[in-house]
């Protein structure tokens, strides 16, 4: 599992990464490619668009979900159940053809004494979502930065996901959904709790 698990090789030394402008001859270069004049009035400032909307839905490169997550508090008198923050939606991108994943992410925890800040459960997926992934890999990767951060009693994930490259191409099986789970601690070992996160789930579909 750790191949799949572990931090995506983002560039040590940030001085090996692409400057802004050759990023937006890449993009010119793929226009002609394509068949297009980058030079018309409509394609002029697309380079520069296409860039900067890079930045963004692969911003998770520059983000630490460990950072984000470390951000716990311990004041809920004693609650110790599961949480469980469902139907956060997500957009990645597969790193097979780099076209869309879109899907929902269901993450929940056994508290061990700390808690987590609920919209740092959804940062965390942001920031897995915003690289290229397969959704096995961004799966077990939220599951692991909590397992490690929070040191929960146990953690599950499930992502229930569209890829446009099944859709918009190749096979073309629009609709298709693909889950994936994750269960570390007392979700993996005992079934009782494993059903009881799927009941959750199911019972408020
Ligand atoms: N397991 C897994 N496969 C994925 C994911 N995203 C895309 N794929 C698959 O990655 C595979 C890549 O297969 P290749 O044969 O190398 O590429 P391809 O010729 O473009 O394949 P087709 O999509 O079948 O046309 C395809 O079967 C995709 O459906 C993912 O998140 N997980
Ligand atoms: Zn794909």
Request: glycine share 6%.
């Amino acid at each position: 599992m750790d191949a799949i698990v572990k931090n995506f090789p983002v560039l040590d030394d940030t001085s090996d990464r692409p400057t802004q402008k050759e990023a937006e001859e890449a993009v010119r270069v793929l226009l002609r490619w394509a068949g297009e004049d980058p030079t018309r009035e409509g394609l002029r400032d697309t380079p520069q668009r296409v860039v900067k909307s890079y930045r963004e839905i692969f911003g998770g490169y520059d983000l630490v979900a460990e950072d984000v997550l470390g951000r716990t508090f311990e004041e809920v008198s004693g609650y110790d159940d599961i949480v469980l923050e469902k139907d956060i939606p997500f957009y990645s991108h597969c790193e097979h053809h780099m076209v869309p994943i879109i899907g929902k992410a269901h993450v929940a925890y056994l508290p061990n004494g700390r808690v987590l800040g609920l919209s740092k459960i959804a940062r965390a997926v942001d920031i897995y979502a915003r690289r290229l992934q397969t959704q096995e890999a961004m799966t077990a990767q939220i599951a692991r930065a909590i397992d490690e951060t929070l040191a929960p009693r146990g953690v599950a994930v499930m992502i229930e996901a569209e890829h446009l490259c099944m859709a918009m191409r190749g096979v073309k099986k629009h609709g298709a959904t693909t889950l994936t789970t994750t269960f570390t601690g007392a979700f993996k070992t005992e079934p009782a709790e494993q059903a009881r996160f799927m009941t959750l789930l199911r019972g408020f579909k």
